[in-house]
């Protein structure tokens, strides 16, 4: 069982950038994979990045990349996302997600989700 707990949302502007924090309890964390999805108002859930454990294989949406980086502490059981350059698409309620896979984008693969942060950016 893992609980996942994301912080580090809140209101940039345009141009900005934040850091996501996504922090797991429960053992062995580096064995799951963890990706970052995102849901805008009126809008399917999308993926957005993904680690392995080991945080060797990432994955990122063609929309952020260049522009986002996940990336890990298994000591500190966490992930981060850290996001720049954000644009008001980028707007959301940002969700991490752990699995027992690799950094893959479906949705379904991931068994543990926390609860979100939202993500605002104004132009």
């Known amino acids: 069982q893992v609980q996942l707990v994301e912080s580090g949302g809140g209101l940039v502007q345009a141009g900005g950038s934040l850091r996501l924090s996504c922090t797991a309890s429960?053992?062995?964390?580096?064995?799951?994979?963890v990706g970052w999805f995102r849901q805008a108002a009126g809008k399917e859930r999308e993926f957005v990045a993904a680690?392995?454990?080991?945080?060797?294989?990432?994955n990122y949406a063609d929309s952020v990349k260049g522009r986002f980086t996940i990336s890990r502490d298994n000591a500190q059981n966490t992930v981060y996302l850290q996001m720049n350059s954000l644009e008001r698409e980028d707007t959301a309620v940002y969700y991490c997600?752990?699995?027992?896979?690799?950094?893959?984008?479906?949705?379904?693969?991931?068994?543990?989700w926390g609860q979100g942060t939202q993500v605002t950016v104004s132009s």
């Open positions: 997600a752990a699995g027992r896979t690799g950094a893959v984008r479906g949705s379904n693969w991931y068994a543990y």
């Open positions: 429960g053992r062995a964390f580096s064995t799951y994979s």
């Open positions: 680690s392995s454990g080991s945080g060797g294989v990432t």
